[in-house]
């Protein structure tokens, strides 16, 4: 890999696969491309995870410019309006994003000749799965905006595969873990944080949801195979769940394991709360057999540790942290209020320099 570009680096996950290829790939040229929006949402970082890189770009996905692909071995493409609330609120611009803008980039990518083409997509893309463990061949049962997005990317981008154009859509299971910027807008995160804050994790559901999970470094290293996958390992296109069978909870079942790994913490059960349909166990086998050096290696009792010595680093002690900076659609929300940020999501007066400006 001599350039691989990272669409979408400034977010949660960025952050941990830019330090990971960073390791992996020492002499390949390392570009990051994003708008910014959550730039200033660090947490305990030692340093600007995008020192990293060889070069960080800001600008928006819906509008990359075609000089950037040149010279282009692999794309990391995690830039997407990246929740159910935030895909909810920003319906039509999570489809144009997520969807429209990343078909965009990839039929792009391929005439420039990039080989290889990592797409985030998500383990969402069941819904309401059932009993039984999702595989690959399932019928997929998208509910939200986010997971539809998902869902039609992964349809778009198969045809484009070919053996000159390696397509990976990793199907990820619900992040989780430290990141140098941290959301707590996640299951994990969020009940280590009540714990954390207040002694207390409060489910908004009946708790009886399945949710995978996998940490935020598992993720970067399935990324990392992914770039270096050929297409006689798995397809040109290949979509594949991404995260360990052992790794599959309910979420009372999380709650539980969060307050024993930390003394004086109560769950608060709603039993009220209308069910939550999205809840879907998955299957990883395809994962474990076609990725057997980049299987997870993260438990939960180690990222609950982690979680909670992060967040008592930085003196966390925000009992209403649901409507603080450190949840995704509140920084949305403020950059709007103060008019910072349009309702299409784009900057409301040119801030940076443009991308294009900055190719070299």
Partial sequence: MNRILITGNMGYVGPGVVQHLRRQF???????????????CLTGATRLPESRLDRQLFGDVRELPAELLQGVDAIVHLAAISNDPMGQTYEDVTMQVNHE??????????????????FASSCSIYGA???????ETSEVNPLTAYARS?????????????DDFCVTCLRFATACGWSDRLRLDLVVNDFVAGAVASGTISILSDGTPWRP??????MARAIEWAIGREASHGGAFLAINTGAD?????VRDLAHAIAESIPGTEVSLNAAAPPDKRSYRVDFGMYRDLAPGHQPRRTLPDTIAELRDGLLAMNFCDASFRTSQLMRLRVLTALRE??????ELTWALPTVVPAAALLV
Avoid: C
């Avoid at 052992?246 to 309910?250: A, K, V």
């Fill in 26 to 40: 020492p002499q390949a040229e390392l570009i990051g491309y994003d708008m910014g929006f959550f730039a200033h």
């Fill in 150 to 162: 998902k869902v039609r990317s992964e349809q778009d981008l198969r045809p484009l595969a070919d």
């Fill in 338 to 343: 103060s008019g910072e940020l349009t309702d």
């Fill in 129 to 135: 799965g059932g009993e039984g463990a999702k595989t």
């Fill in 213 to 218: 999970l996998i940490h935020v470094q598992d």
């Fill in 246 to 250: 052992s790794w599959n909870y309910q």
């Fill in 101 to 118: 803008a990343g078909i965009r980039l990839a039929r792009r990518a391929k005439a420039a000749g990039v080989r290889a083409f990592v």
